[in-house]
């Protein structure tokens, strides 16, 4: 059983950055395709960014350019490098591990860009 435990959300400023992690206890991440997910407020949630299990990479066109998703599998964790942030980036930003039929989900971290 995987657990996964989102960090480094916050408040900041339109234009500003912020790294996210998701720190993974329980077993090991390497085989595990990543990603992040963001939900706003009365809004569905929406794939930010994934990265593969030999570290292909996906992004949303929102985030295109000013994100960058990346792994540390000795570590076992998951960033999201956010820079020119904007209000709409607002949400709650989850961290999903999966890898055939096995899924699991962190407990989000709030991220809030001022305009």
């Known amino acids: 059983q995987v657990q996964l435990v989102e960090s480094g959300g916050g408040l900041v400023q339109a234009g500003g950055s912020l790294r996210l992690s998701c720190a993974a206890s329980g077993g090991t991440i390497s085989g595990y395709t990543m990603g992040w997910i963001r939900q706003a407020p009365g809004k569905q949630r929406e794939l930010v960014a994934i990265?593969?299990?030999?570290?292909?990479?996906n992004y949303a066109d929102s985030v295109k350019g000013r994100f960058t998703i990346s792994r540390d599998n000795v570590k076992s964790t998951l960033y999201l490098q956010m820079n020119s942030l904007k209000p709409e980036d607002t949400a709650v930003y989850y961290c999903n591990a999966h890898r055939l039929l096995s899924v699991y989900w962190g407990q989000g971290t709030q991220v809030t860009v001022s305009s």
């Open positions: 990265i593969s299990s030999r570290g292909s990479t």
